[in-house]
């Protein structure tokens, strides 16, 4: 992919030329800002719908008008949420690709942020968490002589985990 940043021609190099085999899938992560924001999402719909019971149960004046614009209001974050789904899987954003060699980690910008050979993987620890409003798998990838890789997929069942495990067992990795 090329940028042009004023006058100079900025190559950014593309995870498809990283080298670590058949590309296998795409799948949205989060850091901690994305697990904040689910939640964050969460309790303000669970606002919305007590103050929406309020406005019937109590009745104040113009309550047609109020429930209409908090509505509108929950309508265009939804919207919002939709919006950035759509962006950042069309231009890479924090997304973890795997490969039959590898995978490879991107960061907000769509930059490389890691790359992790399956040869180099000691062991994937998983935690998982769900309540009311957060539910999340947070994954470690721990390597050989370097830091662990963390991050989160969001969800009750996200197809990275499932992708993650299998990937694992094929290479010899519990």
Same mark, same amino acid.
């Given at each position: 992919?090329?940028?042009?940043?004023?006058?100079?021609?900025?190559?950014?190099?593309?995870?498809?030329?990283?080298?670590?085999?058949?590309?296998?899938?795409?799948?949205?992560?989060?850091?901690?800002?994305?697990?904040?924001?689910?939640?964050?999402?969460?309790?303000?719909?669970?606002?919305?719908?007590?103050?929406? @019971?309020?406005?019937? @149960?109590?009745?104040?004046?113009?309550?047609? +008008?109020?429930?209409?614009?908090?509505?509108?209001?929950?309508?265009?974050?939804?919207?919002?949420?939709?919006?950035?789904?759509?962006?950042?899987?069309?231009?890479?954003?924090?997304?973890?690709?795997?490969?039959?060699?590898?995978?490879?980690?991107?960061?907000?910008?769509?930059?490389?942020?890691?790359?992790?050979?399956?040869?180099?993987?000691?062991?994937?620890?998983?935690?998982?968490?769900?309540?009311?409003?957060?539910?999340?798998?947070?994954?470690?990838?721990?390597?050989?002589?370097?830091?662990?890789? +963390?991050?989160?997929?969001?969800?009750?069942?996200?197809?990275?985990?499932? +992708?993650?495990?299998?990937?694992?067992?094929?290479?010899?990795?519990?």
């Amino acid at each position: 992919m090329a940028l042009f940043q004023g006058r100079r021609l900025i190559v950014r190099q593309g995870v498809d030329g990283l080298g670590l085999g058949e590309k296998l899938g795409s799948y949205p992560i989060a850091g901690v800002g994305g697990g904040l924001a689910q939640m964050a999402r969460r309790v303000g719909l669970l606002l919305y719908v007590v103050m929406i @019971v309020c406005l019937v @149960v109590l009745t104040p004046r113009a309550a047609f +008008a109020k429930s209409a614009v908090m509505t509108a209001v929950v309508f265009v974050l939804f919207g919002l949420v939709l919006a950035w789904r759509r962006t950042s899987a069309r231009f890479g954003l924090r997304r973890c690709y795997l490969y039959t060699d590898g995978l490879v980690v991107t960061n907000l910008f769509g930059g490389v942020k890691d790359v992790v050979a399956w040869r180099e993987v000691t062991a994937l620890n998983r935690l998982s968490g769900a309540s009311l409003f957060m539910v999340f798998h947070r994954v470690e990838i721990a390597r050989h002589g370097l830091r662990p890789l +963390a991050f989160l997929a969001l969800g009750l069942e996200p197809a990275l985990v499932e +992708a993650l495990l299998s990937q694992m067992a094929k290479n010899g990795i519990h």
